[in-house]
């Protein structure tokens, strides 16, 4: 999940801007609701985001805008206001060492020193659904391979609900899978012009769920997992809310399983709960199996 500095042009911004004390009162909904927090810096970002949702709802100041979300509206505009603010960049493919440790050595572990016959994985803030479809099609060649009898569950969640439209569609623009490799473009997608879409046993691979990171409730509510994809949120989160979400991906994996957060993002300061395991220029984190293989 990523924060996009785009400017909107909206009428409606221009006409009021965002003062700093409706800064300050947005910013602090955002964070209570996602676990977001815009620094004083973003002000101006903040403004052009929040912007379309005035354009659209044909308001003229960001305090209407406030005082709507505070009187009646906030269950049915929050969602919109989460889309606005969470514009999310993925690719197919994006992260190449740590899809070449989940398939030489990850799911192995998993499967042969665990015994897993049934191994579900979680793609946590999945985007458009690149992140778990990229797994599903790994998956495939592997099933193919070895492991034929093993059944694999792939849920992607994540808090936007635009994306999450997205990516049941399953179809991708020429960016989004530039990096992927021509056998498996040719193999599992159906190019008309410069939309790709991918064929629908890959797509069933996967289930997709609206599902707040922030919200331990919520993510009681999912069943245990034996590897984890958690890549490039926590760098949107304070130290705080941080230790809170890995605390609840923490509680979702299953002893002996596998965490991955972004390339550029680390648990060091943030939880002791899971180790550390270094692959070839990747690292997991795992939770202990106390009792052993299983």
């Known amino acids: 999940m990523s924060i996009l500095d785009n400017v909107v042009s909206s009428s409606a911004a221009e006409a009021s801007g965002?003062?700093?004390?409706?800064f300050n009162e947005l910013?602090?909904?955002?964070?209570?609701?996602?676990?977001?927090?815009?620094?004083?810096?973003?002000?101006?970002?903040?403004?052009?985001?929040?912007?379309?949702?005035?354009?659209?709802?044909?308001?003229?100041?960001?305090?209407?805008?406030?005082?709507?979300?505070?009187?009646?509206r906030r269950h049915s505009e929050l969602p919109a206001l989460v889309?606005?603010?969470?514009?999310?960049?993925t690719f197919f493919f994006r992260h190449p060492k740590q899809y070449e440790a989940i398939v030489n050595d990850v799911l192995p572990a998993l499967i042969t020193k665990h015994n897993r016959s049934r191994v579900?994985?979680?793609?946590?803030?999945?985007?458009?659904?690149?992140?778990?479809?990229?797994?599903?099609?790994?998956?495939?060649?592997?099933k193919r391979r070895r492991f034929s009898k093993v059944q694999f569950?792939?849920?992607?969640?994540?808090?936007?609900?635009?994306?999450?439209?997205?990516?049941?569609?399953?179809?991708?623009?020429s960016y989004a899978v530039r990096n992927t490799p021509d056998r498996f473009l040719n193999k599992y997608f159906r190019a008309e012009g410069n939309r790709y879409t991918l064929r629908r046993d890959v797509?069933?691979?996967?289930?997709?769920?609206?599902?707040?990171?922030?919200?331990?409730?919520?993510?009681?509510?999912?069943?245990?997992?034996?590897?984890?994809?958690?890549?490039?949120?926590?760098?949107?989160?304070d130290r705080d809310t941080k230790q809170a979400v890995i605390s609840n991906l923490y509680e979702r994996l299953r002893p002996g399983g596998y965490l991955f957060v972004g390339?550029?993002?680390?648990?060091?300061?943030?939880?002791?709960?899971?180790?550390?395991v270094r692959f070839n220029n990747t690292i997991a984190y795992q939770k202990e199996d106390r009792h052993g293989p299983k």
Not at 43 to 62: F, H
Not at 120 to 142: F, H, K, Q, V
Not at 153 to 173: H, Q, S
């Open 263 to 276: 390339t550029s993002e680390t648990l060091h300061g943030v939880t002791r709960a899971l180790q550390p």
């Open 153 to 173: 569950d792939i849920v992607g969640t994540d808090i936007n609900t635009a994306v999450l439209d997205k990516a049941r569609k399953g179809t991708y623009g």
């Open 120 to 142: 579900r994985i979680w793609s946590a803030a999945c985007s458009t659904g690149d992140e778990p479809y990229t797994l599903a099609l790994l998956i495939n060649e592997m």
């Open 83 to 89: 889309n606005a603010i969470t514009i999310n960049e």
């Open 203 to 237: 797509t069933d691979r996967v289930r997709f769920k609206h599902l707040n990171l922030t919200d331990p409730s919520a993510v009681r509510g999912l069943r245990a997992f034996d590897l984890i994809l958690c890549a490039n949120v926590l760098i949107y989160f």
């Open 27 to 72: 910013r602090a909904l955002i964070y209570d609701h996602t676990g977001i927090y815009f620094r004083d810096n973003k002000q101006y970002l903040l403004e052009s985001q929040v912007g379309r949702r005035l354009k659209a709802l044909n308001l003229t100041s960001y305090e209407s805008y406030i005082e709507l979300l505070q009187n009646g």
């Open 18 to 22: 965002l003062s700093q004390q409706a």
